[in-house]
């Protein structure tokens, strides 16, 4: 069904776009029988304002727009539930895009937000991602820009992260003090300040407790498909790991139906820690610990952050960088 427009009521009553417009507005200078007729016939044939074309005319745009990675990822889908919110309390629009965890596509999806004139960006770069041109087009067009989780380091502008150190740190001390000494890290690619954090947390945790930082219990391990080939792999090393933490839950889950077919018990033998908190914890057999990243909170904050800057009420020069704390959810996965 074709919207019809402004321009079609005006013709089809034999009014002039302008009547109609007032009409539409309930502007004193039209008859009140006129206004009714207007809006009637409005009604009549759902029309749908412009939003964009009055934003043009009128130079005010209440539309922001959202980058992530993967839309479907539970911690992702919290966040953007948080950022709605926030923008929705305040009368924004919000245009999500989904890069995929591909370059190309995040560079596409910024040029479309930017031909959308929206009048702030949220990013989380995607892992891919070893350019950033096209966020600095961003700020030298003059809209704001908020990084969240995934930060961009090369780009001067707000951020909002997780205490990502902190949340590995205090799992890992978790397992060491359950008795775990052979704990493997199954991490991210190294062109991720979170994947560096948390692999930090990870080593300094270990040398806190006099452990040995050993390489070949570090592996890159962040997707399913990767978890598939590693953990057999890790499986087969002696010593055999007693602990595997992982850096997300996806891994984590399916490192636990992996480390189970191999004949081991969870946590008597092999502990297994994830993060990010999601509704997979609860249907692991046992249940995952897991860190809580407060995925909601981190997109409301990132939101407010925007609006604050968009609106002229967060008047801070520089950057400005909001951390959200995390928590360890202890579970049945660890002793």
Do not use: W
């Amino acid at each position: 069904m074709v919207q019809i427009t402004l321009k079609d009521i005006a013709k089809a009553l034999n009014l002039s776009p302008s009547t109609v417009s007032r009409a539409m507005k309930d502007h004193p200078a039209i008859s009140q029988e006129t206004r009714k007729l207007v809006q009637a016939y409005a009604l009549e044939h759902k029309y749908k304002p412009n939003t964009l074309a009055m934003q043009l005319r009128t130079n005010r745009n209440n539309t922001i727009g959202v980058i992530v990675p993967e839309i479907v990822h539970y911690f992702f889908s919290t966040v953007l539930s948080g950022i709605q919110m926030e923008a929705e309390n305040d009368g924004y629009n919000v245009l999500f895009c989904q890069s995929n965890e591909d370059y190309e596509r995040e560079v596409r999806s910024v040029e479309t937000l930017l031909d959308a004139r929206v009048c702030g960006i949220m990013a989380s770069q995607s892992k891919t991602t070893t350019q950033f041109d096209h966020f600095r087009e961003i700020v030298d067009n003059g809209v704001h820009l908020v990084f969240f989780d995934r930060i961009c380091t090369g780009i001067n502008t707000d951020k909002v992260v997780v205490d990502d150190y902190a949340g590995a740190f205090n799992a890992v001390e978790h397992m060491i003090r359950t008795g775990c000494k052979q704990i493997a890290f199954l991490g991210a690619t190294s062109s991720l300040p979170i994947a560096n954090n948390r692999r930090m947390g990870y080593e300094d945790a270990l040398r806190k407790y006099k452990l040995p930082v050993e390489n070949r219990l570090n592996r890159i391990c962040d997707t399913v498909e990767l978890a598939r080939t590693v953990i057999p792999e890790l499986l087969r090393l002696q010593p055999l790991p007693d602990a595997f933490f992982c850096i997300n839950d996806e891994v984590a889950s399916f490192c636990i139906q992996i480390v189970k077919s191999a004949g081991y018990r969870i946590p008597d033998e092999i502990s297994v820690c994830g993060f990010t908190n999601s509704y997979l914890t609860e249907v692991t057999d046992p249940t995952l610990t897991s860190v809580d990243q407060h995925g909601f909170e981190m997109g409301c904050t990132a939101a407010r952050l925007l609006i604050n800057r968009i609106e002229g009420k967060e008047t801070k020069q520089g950057v400005v960088s909001r951390l959200i704390k995390t928590d360890l959810v202890v579970k049945s996965s660890t002793r």
